[in-house]
T-cell receptor, first 110, second 120 residues
C-alpha cells in the first residue's frame, strides 16, 4: 500500500539553525511528493513539490529532493526563522488522493 | 483569485443530529477532495470528486457519511446521526484535474480553511 513516515516531533531549534525533517514513503506506482505547512491558526498551505526522481522542490528557503533510490523526500532549510514555527506535513499523491505523514511540529526560538 | 472556501467555519452540534458542511472550490478546478484532521488520526482522506463523479470514496468512515457535488462546483459533506468521534476539522481541497492512472492530471491540491466540527 501507500504510506508516508515522517520524523517525529516536536522539533525545537534556535533561530538560524539548520533544519532537516526526514520523510520516507512507500508507494505503488510513481507518486508525486509534497510538503505542506500549517502555521498556527491557519489552513494547510503547499510549501513545495516534486513530480519525478531527482527533482528538487524549493520555496521560501526550504528544499527537498525526490530520491527514488531511498524513497525519501527530506525537507531542509539552511537557516530557520521564528516565523517558520509551524507543523510540516509530507505527502504523496499516486491517484487522486493525498496520503499524509503524521506531521512534524517545528518550534524556532529567538 | 479567490481560494477554496468552506462554511461554516465552526459547527457545534449535539450527538445524533445531522450536519452539512459546504465547500466551494477554486473557479475552474474540476477536482474536489475532502479530508479530516483529528488529533488521534492525523490527516485522513475521505472522498474525492472529478466533476460530479466520485471515483474514490474509500476514506468515508461509515455509511453515516456521504458527499455530493452538483454542477461540477460546490460540494456538500453530510454526516448523519453524529457521534463524538466525528469531532474533527473537515478540510476541503481542489485541483485543476485529479491525477489519473498513468500520471495525467494535476496533483497539486489547494486547501480551504476547514470546518471545525464539535459533537457534544
Amino acid at each position: 500500500g501507500n504510506s508516508v513516515t515522517q520524523m517525529e516531533g516536536p522539533v525545537t531549534l534556535s533561530e538560524e539553525a539548520f533544519l532537516t525533517i526526514n520523510c520516507t514513503y512507500t508507494a505503488t506506482g510513481y507518486p508525486s511528493l509534497f510538503w505542506y505547512v500549517q502555521y498556527p491558526g491557519e489552513g494547510l498551505q503547499l510549501l513545495l513539490k516534486a513530480t519525478k526522481a531527482d527533482d528538487k522542490g524549493s520555496n521560501k528557503g526550504f528544499e527537498a529532493t525526490y530520491r527514488k533510490e531511498t524513497t525519501s523526500f527530506h525537507l531542509e532549510k539552511g537557516s530557520v526563522q521564528v516565523s517558520d514555527s509551524a507543523v510540516y506535513f509530507c505527502a504523496l499523491c499516486v491517484i487522486g488522493k493525498l496520503i499524509f505523514g503524521q506531521g512534524t511540529e517545528l518550534s524556532v526560538k529567538p | 483569485g479567490a481560494g477554496v472556501s468552506q462554511s461554516p467555519s465552526n459547527k457545534v452540534t449535539e450527538k445524533g443530529k445531522d450536519v452539512e458542511l459546504r465547500c466551494d472550490p477554486i473557479s475552474g478546478h474540476t477536482a474536489l477532495y475532502w479530508y479530516r484532521q483529528s488529533l488521534g488520526q492525523g490527516l485522513e482522506f475521505l472522498i474525492y470528486f472529478q466533476g460530479n463523479s466520485a471515483p474514490d470514496k474509500s476514506g468515508l468512515p461509515s455509511d453515516r457519511f456521504s458527499a455530493e457535488r452538483t454542477g461540477g462546483s460546490v460540494s456538500t459533506l453530510t454526516i448523519q446521526r453524529t457521534q463524538q468521534e466525528d469531532s474533527a476539522v473537515y478540510l476541503c481541497a481542489s485541483s485543476l484535474k485529479a491525477r489519473e492512472p498513468g500520471g495525467r492530471g494535476t496533483d497539486t491540491q489547494y486547501f480551504g480553511p476547514g470546518t471545525r466540527l464539535t459533537v457534544l
